[in-house]
């Protein structure tokens, strides 16, 4: 694309007033910026909205105005230090603009635990827009032959999975172990199902309400579901597992999930905190439990590079398949409220304008 034919104005969606009265509105108005070192500017094409946006809609970080970091697009300018090459090049932008390449986590090829990273929608403008300026060394290829709109949720909903199937294999649960997805049946938790159960074989137990989310839990390959509205979770999951989950993933968007994990597991088990939970979410667990059960207590906001290319590969063959709702880029501000009142089941992604 010749810098010719790039605009200066664009149509994307801006938050205003975030706080309590947040809003979202569709302008086409909104600057495209320039590529500077090291950067490039990605057309995109389509982008996922992820649960967590909703704490920039209500002003619990002070995000950008534009938010969004699914997005899938391809390359069509490229800044000061960036081969020509690139050009062209189908991407996946991320939650990682990208990270500073010098503290003790980039030096180990570890850049998602950067002492002070950048991220996407947070610290730079998002991919609710139609030209967003991306970090070169940050992005990932999109392999060939995968639809962008399924390569969408992988960039953050997936790649938060693998970090929490990474975290899993570190604490060595056993292959046929029980592993409870509290949230099962959102963005985050189908996916974890379908990685835990396919990738790992591990038997899950998929906690969430509703029948939408119940009928996605259990063809993502759940063993068990259960509503924690309408049944009581401590007594079910004994029930099925006798001492309990070896594994707790806590992906929900209900403080009570917090509370009630340390009950649902054995002895040595894990509970990972996924995801950024609402910032008025806390773990409260006694410290004379934690040290009885001997349980490990972890947190997973994102995963690395390697995950992220790997579960490209698995959704290309087919084996992780995430469910995504593709809606008109006009329906932005109504997938916000519908994240606010978790009524989305698996994923939307939006079409972004031509
Ligand atoms: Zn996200
Ligand atoms: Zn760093």
Not at 155 to 180: F, K, Y
Not at 199 to 214: E, F, H, N, P, Q
Not at 340 to 353: F, L
Request: glycine residues 10%; contains cysteine.
């Amino acid at each position: 694309m010749k810098a010719s034919s790039i605009p200066t104005t664009q149509i994307a969606a801006v938050i205003k007033n975030p706080g309590p009265d947040g809003t979202v509105h569709i302008t086409n108005t909104h600057p495209v910026e320039t590529p500077g070192k090291n950067q490039v500017l990605v057309k995109l094409a389509f982008s996922g909205i992820c649960g967590s946006e909703v704490r920039a809609l209500l002003g619990w970080s002070n995000y950008k105005p534009v938010v969004g970091h699914e997005g899938v697009g391809t390359v069509v300018q490229a800044g000061q230090d960036v081969p020509d090459s690139i050009l062209g090049q189908r991407v996946g932008v991320k939650w990682l603009h990208s990270a500073c390449g010098q503290c003790s986590h980039c030096k180990a090829s570890s850049a998602h635990h950067c002492a002070t990273p950048v991220f996407t929608g947070l610290h730079v403008q998002g991919t609710l827009q139609q030209y967003v300026v991306a970090d070169a060394r940050y992005l990932t290829k999109i392999p060939d032959g995968l639809p962008g709109e399924v390569a969408a949720p992988l960039l953050c909903a997936g790649l938060t999975m693998a970090g929490a199937i990474a975290e899993l294999d570190r604490q060595q649960i056993p292959s046929n172990g029980w592993v409870v997805i509290s949230g099962s049946g959102g963005g985050l938790g189908h996916i974890g199902v379908q990685m835990a159960s396919r990738l790992r074989a591990y038997k899950v137990i998929a906690v969430d309400s509703g029948t939408s989310k119940r009928d996605l839990s259990l063809r993502c390959g759940a063993e068990a579901f259960i509503d924690f509205e309408t049944e009581n979770v401590e007594k079910r999951v004994k029930a099925i597992t006798g001492e309990g989950a070896h594994a707790c993933l806590i992906v929900s968007g209900s403080e009570s999930a917090f509370e009630l994990a340390p009950r649902l597991v054995r002895n040595a088990a894990l509970l990972a905190v996924i995801g950024l939970p609402p910032a008025t979410f806390n773990f409260p667990l006694a410290a004379s439990a934690l040290a009885s059960k001997a349980l490990t207590v972890t947190g997973v906001m994102v995963g690395s590079e390697q995950q992220m290319v790997d579960l490209l590969q698995h959704a290309l063959a087919g084996v992780i398949d995430p469910v995504v709702q593709v809606e008109e880029f006009s329906q932005v501000p109504q997938v916000f409220e519908k994240l606010e009142n978790n009524q989305v089941t698996g994923r939307i992604v939006v079409k972004i304008p031509e």
